[in-house]
């Protein structure tokens, strides 16, 4: 659970006691729903007046509940059809106390939630009034919880006490009632679909926007439910046979299993399940003996097809929602090459279009202009100051300007790529813009000299003031990555400074001579 900040903004453990732990915290679920941390607070202000005994859906005591509960459910689910299948009665002390303990906990979960929040998807703060929370736990998981939370675990300790009884008279008696309950545990089961539930509620609550965590938590939730649908189909491979106390025919018998250890019968349960489920055979497998196998190999079957159906359609759906701006990008890669071969470019050229791509985008595609324009303009515009300062503080002239007219003129800046060899300018040929250099090297050609520039450089400033020639010729030594300035850009940012302006005008005057390149 990502936490911004502590539980609330204005109330802690030290001003709140324990009912901070009921208020919520800072995620970005909760802030995605309310807008701002003042908003959180607020909420928190409200949840105390009301007086009202209620855990809040974005509480840290409602995370660390769904947590325990999670681990709790996945156990109970693993644990129930191996004590029902393979442990005969004689479950241990351990496993009992497990078995109240689970018992108690989830009647516990039923009682807790009609005191627990609610968000639904189109509200606009969670619901805290005991009353809407009452009738909304009553008719959606109030009957399908009551039945998981049947305590089995109290009348399987109870039998298990008169079990060991000396009356004889009490024991076949108890014995067919142990039975009955054994099968009567399997409504136990139904737990599963808590496990969906806080899987569900783990997703949402624990990084809205980081889309690599949610990814996660379907990942490890569709393995979690291909496991327990295996086990489960083990656990029933054995089960069966000991209903009709192991006739001759069954395949515990074959495989001489009944006295073998628990791990063992597990194994060979959950290897005959996946062969059924995957359609194999294997030895004495090859087809079952009596109608009771036959319903069992059907179904196994069944439930295979129904497993990797949803393994596959979870996988597609998965991979199409894995990184789309490499997808998009191979797409756009993909047309660009048909458009290349149809207008039968040469090799080479191709070569550098492609080269030119890879550096531009690096593989993902964006649309800069699209990205820039969903932002704040402060966002924006603190986005250029931290790529493009520095480059500005290093051309005399923006060197001791305001800082508006600086953060005027970064907005304007536009990004290149320039690959090598490429010949950025051309020397007597008029133009508008000017560059500066963040990385690479540049050669700039004169008829009369060289000289080399590379990062945090500039060149094309006289063309940048004056619309007039470029002095020399710019090629790139190395993939060069560059930020230009045009004359129209920069007339529109000096209409709000007057004062640079004249500046600028005066520098010019100054500097007619040749001082620009």
Not at 361 to 373: A, I, N, P, R, S
Not at 403 to 432: H, S, T
Not at 498 to 507: A, S, T
């Amino acid at each position: 659970m990502e936490k911004l900040k502590g539980p609330t903004v204005g109330c802690t453990k030290a001003t709140c006691g324990w009912r901070a732990l009921l208020l919520p915290q800072l995620n970005r679920q909760s802030l995605y729903l309310y807008g701002s941390e003042m908003a959180v607070e607020k909420e928190c202000i409200r949840q105390l007046q009301s007086g009202i005994l209620v855990i809040h859906p974005f509480s840290p005591m409602r995370s660390y509940y769904i947590m325990c509960m999670m681990a709790i459910t996945f156990l109970n689910l693993i644990g129930i059809p191996m004590e029902i299948a393979f442990l005969d009665g004689d479950s241990g002390l351990v496993w009992e106390g497990f078995n109240v303990f689970s018992d108690t906990l989830f009647l516990i979960d039923v009682a807790l939630n009609f005191r627990m929040g609610i968000v639904t998807e189109d509200s606009e703060e969670a619901i805290l009034d005991i009353k809407q929370i009452r009738v909304s736990y009553l008719r959606s998981w109030f009957i399908p919880d009551v039945i998981a939370a049947f305590p089995i675990g109290y009348i399987l300790l109870f039998a298990d006490l008169q079990y060991h009884d000396d009356n004889p008279s009490k024991t076949n008696k108890v014995m067919r009632i142990l039975m009955f309950v054994r099968i009567l545990s399997l409504i136990r089961l139904a737990r599963v679909s808590r496990l969906v539930r806080f899987f569900n509620e783990v997703e949402k609550v624990s990084n809205s926007n980081l889309e690599v965590v949610r990814l996660f938590f379907r990942i490890l939730s569709l393995f979690m439910m291909i496991f327990l649908l295996c086990h489960w189909n083990g656990c029933i491979q054995y089960f069966v046979p000991m209903l009709e106390e192991f006739p001759t025919d069954c395949w515990v018998r074959k495989e001489n299993l009944m006295n073998a250890t628990v791990i063992v019968k597990y194994s060979w349960g959950v290897f005959r399940a996946l062969s059924q489920m995957i359609a194999l055979s294997y030895g004495s497998m090859d087809a079952p003996t009596n109608y009771v196998e036959m319903w069992i190999v059907m179904v196994s079957m069944v439930s295979g097809c129904l497993m990797y159906t949803v393994l596959v359609a979870n996988t597609t759906a998965m991979v199409a929602t894995i990184d789309p701006a490499a997808k998009e990008y191979k797409s756009k890669m993909s047309r660009l090459e048909h458009y290349m071969s149809f207008m039968k470019l040469p090799p080479e050229l191709q070569l550098r279009i492609n080269k030119y791509y890879q550096a531009r985008y690096g593989g993902k595609w964006f649309h800069e202009k699209d990205v820039m324009d969903t932002v704040s303009s402060a966002l924006k515009e603190q986005i250029l100051m931290v790529m493009c300062s520095r480059l500005l503080r290093k051309v005399p002239l923006f060197q001791y300007r305001d800082e508006n007219f600086i953060n005027a003129v970064v907005v304007k800046l536009e990004y290149d790529i320039f690959l090598e060899g490429d010949v950025i300018v051309r020397q007597n040929v008029p133009g508008d813009r000017m560059f500066f250099i963040d990385h690479g090297q540049v050669l700039m050609e004169t008829d009369a000299d060289e000289r080399e520039l590379c990062d945090g450089d500039f060149f094309g400033e006289s063309c940048m003031l004056t619309k007039g020639k470029h002095l020399s010729t710019a090629r790139a030594l190395t993939d060069c990555q560059c930020f230009s300035l045009c004359w129209d850009d920069f007339q529109e940012a000096l209409e709000g400074f007057p004062d640079v302006r004249k500046d600028l005008e005066k520098l010019i005057l100054l500097n007619s001579e040749g001082g620009f390149v």
